[in-house]
């Protein structure tokens, strides 16, 4: 009796005690081609990063590895009429085929270099894709599962906050997850039930900002951003970013457990020094995990640092 009454009083503090940060060492660095485009989206699989280059409505997908070398790059249609996001979402599978889902209502699915393979009516606007042995899509209902150009299955969306931010995730034995990042919270997706399961998330860099007051129309800012999966767990970077500390990331598992703390001192000198940057610190907004690499990306700055997690 004594001890499961001491192992009661034990519990909470094992459990809340902090996971320590690993100072990561930067192993490399490039920066993609300084042309008047914008990278637009990221995805990355199999060895592979992919980037969507935006100048207007001019879009084209450029691949590299990790180290951004073996370039591919290649244009992509222009869509029929003008709009501000021709694009709103792209997802590479582990075998190099990339997804690009179409504002005005389709997918195109594209080979490595360039071929198109297919093309698949949306039955919504799509904000996020998962490519895999089929295509799984992310609108205002739920998740869709399409392959062959038809619906297969149709899953409603958890309950989520007004303004959440979602990012759907491909997951081992082609699972599904989603994270929706303004109350960090982590869904698995129970495709027997059709139901999502979730998982709080906690950090001690969470803290902070619960503190924060909430806006007047209700929102507030993300715990995460631009989750990756690597090894059957996910990566977040940590919101917000301080430039002369480095940049935070996060390891969970898909329970929802915290497994690690990174930091990620930012490299100086990548962009030409400006009076909200002076020391030209390099502002990465995006995470990939490859093969015990961690990549942080600079949409903005159009720039890859790499770290290594040996």
């Given at each position: 009796m004594r001890l499961c009454v001491l192992a009661l009083l034990l519990w909470p503090v094992l459990y809340g005690q902090d996971v320590p940060v690993t100072t990561l060492k930067q192993t490399g660095l490039f920066a993609l081609p300084s042309d008047p485009s914008r990278i637009a989206r990221v995805s990355s699989a199999g060895g592979v990063l992919w980037f969507l280059l935006q100048n207007g409505n001019w879009s084209e997908l450029l691949s590299t590895d990790m180290a951004g070398g073996n370039p591919t790059q290649f244009a992509i249609q222009p869509p029929a009429k003008r709009v501000a996001f021709p694009v709103s979402a792209i997802c590479a599978s582990r075998d190099g085929r990339i997804a690009v889902v179409r504002a005005e209502g389709t997918v195109e699915i594209y080979q490595p270099g360039g071929a198109l393979l297919e093309t698949v009516p949306l039955p919504h606007p799509v904000s996020n894709c998962v490519l895999d042995h089929g295509l799984w899509?992310?609108?205002?209902?739920?998740?869709?599962?399409?392959?062959?150009?038809?619906?297969?299955?149709?899953?409603?969306?958890?309950?989520l906050p007004k303004f959440g931010y979602v990012?759907?995730?491909?997951?081992?034995?082609?699972?599904?997850?989603?994270?929706?990042?303004?109350?960090?919270?982590?869904?698995?997706?129970?495709?027997?039930?059709?139901?999502?399961?979730?998982?709080?998330?906690?950090?001690?860099?969470?803290q902070a900002i619960r503190k924060l007051p909430v806006q007047e129309d209700g929102t507030t800012v993300p715990f995460v951003m631009s989750p990756s999966v690597a090894g059957g767990e996910f990566y977040a970077l940590a919101n917000h970013t301080n430039r002369k500390i480095g940049a935070r990331i996060l390891r969970f598992d898909v329970q929802g457990n915290?497994?690690?703390?990174?930091?990620?001192?930012?490299?100086?000198?990548?962009?030409?020094?400006?009076?909200?940057?002076?020391?030209?610190?390099?502002?990465?907004?995006?995470v990939v995990v490859m093969d015990r690499v961690m990549l942080l990306i600079s949409q903005s700055q159009k720039v890859v640092a790499s770290y290594s997690l040996e």
């Amino acid at each position: 009796m004594r001890l499961c009454v001491l192992a009661l009083l034990l519990w909470p503090v094992l459990y809340g005690q902090d996971v320590p940060v690993t100072t990561l060492k930067q192993t490399g660095l490039f920066a993609l081609p300084s042309d008047p485009s914008r990278i637009a989206r990221v995805s990355s699989a199999g060895g592979v990063l992919w980037f969507l280059l935006q100048n207007g409505n001019w879009s084209e997908l450029l691949s590299t590895d990790m180290a951004g070398g073996n370039p591919t790059q290649f244009a992509i249609q222009p869509p029929a009429k003008r709009v501000a996001f021709p694009v709103s979402a792209i997802c590479a599978s582990r075998d190099g085929r990339i997804a690009v889902v179409r504002a005005e209502g389709t997918v195109e699915i594209y080979q490595p270099g360039g071929a198109l393979l297919e093309t698949v009516p949306l039955p919504h606007p799509v904000s996020n894709c998962v490519l895999d042995h089929g295509l799984w899509v992310w609108s205002k209902t739920g998740a869709d599962f399409l392959t062959g150009g038809r619906v297969d299955l149709s899953i409603p969306q958890p309950q989520l906050p007004k303004f959440g931010y979602v990012d759907l995730l491909g997951l081992a034995d082609h699972g599904v997850g989603l994270l929706e990042s303004m109350k960090g919270v982590f869904y698995t997706l129970d495709q027997q039930a059709g139901n999502w399961i979730p998982h709080p998330l906690d950090a001690p860099e969470f803290q902070a900002i619960r503190k924060l007051p909430v806006q007047e129309d209700g929102t507030t800012v993300p715990f995460v951003m631009s989750p990756s999966v690597a090894g059957g767990e996910f990566y977040a970077l940590a919101n917000h970013t301080n430039r002369k500390i480095g940049a935070r990331i996060l390891r969970f598992d898909v329970q929802g457990n915290l497994k690690a703390r990174y930091l990620c001192p930012l490299p100086t000198s990548v962009v030409p020094p400006t009076g909200m940057n002076p020391n030209g610190y390099l502002s990465p907004n995006i995470v990939v995990v490859m093969d015990r690499v961690m990549l942080l990306i600079s949409q903005s700055q159009k720039v890859v640092a790499s770290y290594s997690l040996e």
